[in-house]
Every structure is written in structure tokens, then in C-alpha cells.
């Protein structure tokens, strides 16, 4: 009789514990054919890429209820390329060193704390500049057309503000009524400069009903150890409504670094869903403030059929015209640059 109870007191307190923490792995699996073409030379390339609608990745993300409506969170997440079944440690659109990801978990990798307070994580992270361009493009930060093309690019056209390592962030919970803010900052962590390399950030939302605007801002530090950088500032702000039917996709931003450098970008698009399918498409347009015929625009759309909750099929279409001293998304000043792809995605 008492091993009885003992091993009931065993299987209850087990329970406990597995109500009060959990751990879920999850992840993107996502690959297709792409064909890019350049207008200058033959540059034209077919091949099988990875990660085109959504980057592939695997990922471990956890909580434990620490009771009085507080919890530990984690999350691990490493980018995976399907094409060769390698691990991705590098992004076309990522923060340069020291907060550049390198090795497993390069995605994410961060640990926190959440309840009515808000949220407190610390660790590599997704920037809220990320967070909120993510929210408004049409294409989700995905595919050739995804917003890091144009928008919040600094003077070597890079857009590279999307995670972040070294960060601390806190985000409001959620129970505001529909706003909702971030703020972030990530130590560069060079010897005897605690500027050096440094990045910050911010947003500022509202999500209710069909409508959504955001505002984020973004600077980093390009200062060294040994030498003095012009630091890269944007401020960011987009919109959505989405009307049944319809959403309607609009957003601008502004982009300067030092004094020979500053940009203006505007983006306009919509998102038709019926039944499984959905159409997207887009018009962005880069205004090179200080240098002339230094423009260039972006249109690109989108097809996406789901053939269940999680997995779907996909084609996307995107041109990118640069004027003469333009050089965004190529390697040649002025060159347009076109890119066809279709693939499948599965998430679980």
C-alpha cells in the first residue's frame, strides 16, 4: 500500500512538472529552382536553391512557469540549406562583426523572461527593425523581393539589420489595447571602446482589427578599435489595412550614414487571398538623395497555393531596374537584375 501512494506522489509531481514547462521543436523546410539574370553579360544562373519563400531552419524553443504569471523562455534556432543539407551560419542580410551569427544556433540563440511586465531576452535575436519590416511586406521579408533589397541598406547597399548578437531586448506584453514597443541594444564588445560596433533599436505598433502600423528605428556603430566610422541610422515606418477582399501594403523609410550618404525608400503593395491561393505583388522605389541618377525600383509578384495548413507551393517574379549609378541587388552599377522562382515549403 505505501509503495502504492509512493509511486502516485512520483507520477503526480511528474505531471506538475510537465504542466509547468514544455519544450517544442519546430522548423522550415523550404527549397525550389531559381533563375537570375543580370543585363549586363552573361550572367543568367538555374539552380536549386534553399530557404527562397522562408529561410529553412530547425529550431527548440521552450518556457517554464516560474508561477505568479512568470516564465523562462528560450529559443534555439540554426539555418539549414536543404540544397546540400549543410548548416547556414552566414545571412544575406546580417549584422557585421562582432554581432554577425557564426557556428550552431546562429539564427537565434537567446534566453528570457516574460509575464505582465513584458518580455526581457537576452542572447542573438531578431531585430524589431526586422520585426516590423516583416509585418508589412507583402513577400514577408522572403523571396528576391524581399524588403532588406532596398529598404534600411546602408552606403555599401547592404541591409544587414536583421538579427542581432550581444542584445538585450524588451518588449511590452500584451495587453495594451493593440499598441505594443521594443527596444533593443547590442554591445560591440570592443576592447577599451564600449561604442565601437555597438547597434540599437526600437519600435513602436498598434495591431487591432484590419489595421497595423509600425515605426522602428536602427542605428550601428562602425567604429573600430583603431578607427572612427560614420554610424548608420533608419527610421522606418509602414502600414497595413486589410480589407476582406484585399490588404493594402504601404511604407517609407530614410536611410543616412555620415555626411555623403542618404536615401529615401518607398514601398506600395497588396495581398489578394481566395481559398488556398494567394497573390501578392509590389512597386519599391529607392531615392538616392546626394548622388543623381543613383536611383532604382524593385516590382515583383508572388503566387502562393496551400495544399495544407502547413505545407505550400510557391512561384515569385522579380525585376530590379537600376539608373546609371544605382547598383542595388548587382554587382555592375546601372545593370537591371530579374529573378524567376518556385519551390515547395513545409513548416512544423
Do not use: C
Amino acid at each position: 500500500m505505501k509503495k502504492s501512494l509512493l509511486a502516485i506522489a512520483l507520477l503526480g509531481t511528474v505531471g506538475a512538472v510537465l504542466a509547468e514547462s514544455s519544450v517544442t521543436v519546430y522548423g522550415t523546410l523550404d527549397a525550389g529552382v531559381a533563375y537570375t539574370d543580370s543585363s549586363i553579360g552573361k550572367n543568367d544562373t538555374t539552380s536549386l536553391e534553399s530557404g527562397q519563400q522562408s529561410y529553412s531552419r530547425l529550431g527548440f524553443k521552450g518556457s517554464e512557469d516560474l508561477g505568479g504569471g512568470t516564465k523562462a523562455m528560450f529559443v534555439l534556432e540554426q539555418a539549414i540549406s536543404l540544397d546540400n543539407g549543410s548548416t547556414l551560419n552566414t545571412y544575406p542580410y546580417d549584422s557585421p562583426t562582432p554581432n554577425s551569427g557564426n557556428g550552431v544556433f546562429s539564427s537565434q540563440a537567446w534566453v528570457g523572461l516574460g509575464g505582465d511586465f513584458g518580455t526581457v531576452k537576452l542572447g542573438r535575436q531578431l531585430t524589431p527593425l526586422y520585426l516590423a519590416h516583416t509585418a508589412i511586406d507583402p513577400f514577408q521579408s522572403g523571396f528576391a523581393a524581399n524588403i532588406n533589397t532596398i529598404f534600411g541598406t546602408n552606403a555599401l547597399d547592404n541591409g544587414d539589420y536583421q538579427r542581432l548578437s550581444n542584445a538585450v531586448t524588451y518588449s511590452t506584453a500584451d495587453n495594451l489595447g493593440g499598441f505594443n514597443a521594443s527596444v533593443t541594444y547590442g554591445f560591440g564588445e570592443v576592447t577599451g571602446n564600449s561604442a565601437a560596433q555597438s547597434q540599437a533599436g526600437a519600435s513602436l505598433g498598434y495591431a487591432n482589427g484590419p489595421v497595423n502600423v509600425v515605426y522602428a528605428y536602427h542605428q550601428a556603430n562602425n567604429d573600430t578599435a583603431t578607427t572612427k566610422g560614420d554610424t548608420f541610422k533608419t527610421n522606418f515606418v509602414g502600414a497595413t489595412y486589410d480589407f476582406g477582399v484585399v490588404k493594402a501594403h504601404a511604407a517609407f523609410d530614410q536611410n543616412e550614414q555620415g555626411l555623403n550618404f542618404k536615401t529615401q525608400d518607398y514601398l506600395l503593395g497588396v495581398t489578394v487571398p481566395f481559398g488556398q491561393h494567394a497573390v501578392f505583388g509590389e512597386y519599391t522605389h529607392k531615392n538616392n538623395k546626394l548622388v543623381k541618377e543613383a536611383d532604382a525600383e524593385l516590382y515583383a509578384v508572388g503566387y502562393t497555393y496551400n495544399l495544407s495548413k502547413r505545407t505550400n507551393l510557391y512561384t515569385a517574379y522579380t525585376y530590379v531596374k537600376n539608373q546609371p549609378n544605382a547598383f542595388v541587388d548587382v554587382a555592375d552599377s546601372g545593370a537591371s537584375a530579374s529573378a524567376f522562382q518556385v519551390g515547395v515549403r513545409h513548416q512544423f
